[in-house]
């Protein structure tokens, strides 16, 4: 029987948020202090001004999402407290079925590719994550460009 983590490409990516005003700071110290890397960094319009920035760490993974207000978000976007990424987001959500969790979000272009959303008892929101070829374009950005380091 196929679980959850089998389908999972990556180790966890911790979900946080903050306000633009701290990005620059809070990336640059983030790379600084945790030996971190800048994987991918795209922008979702949909949410009106949203980035989401992944960084890779031998210390824990983070994907931040950064804005200044939740006004228009999915209660279950707010709630994401973790991101997988997998090959496969239509047969972890199948597998998640079974395990009778919540589906917030089925297969959903984005982006970077593909996300999608279940729900474990307890308010456990995860998000998964697929890339596409299209999404490849946002991998390894210019961090001098974006001012996260000079």
Known sequence: ME????????????????KFKDEKDFINS???????KVEYVFEMPKYGQLR????????GN??????DSFDGFPEYLINTKVL??????????????????IIHQEKTPVPIGYQGRFEMPG????????????????????????GYIS
């Open 3 to 18: 679980t959850l983590s089998s389908l999972y490409t990556s180790k966890e990516y911790i979900r946080i948020f903050i």
């Open 30 to 36: 983030y790379i600084k202090n945790f030996n971190a």
């Open 52 to 59: 989401v920035v992944a960084l890779t760490s031998p210390f």
């Open 62 to 67: 983070i994907s931040v999402v950064i804005t």
């Open 84 to 101: 997988y990424w997998t090959d496969d987001i239509d047969k972890v959500i199948a597998v998640a079925k079974k395990e009778n969790f």
């Open 123 to 146: 308010g456990y929101v995860v998000e998964l994550a697929e890339v596409n070829d299209g999404g490849k374009k946002y991998f390894n950005p210019d961090l001098e460009e974006l």
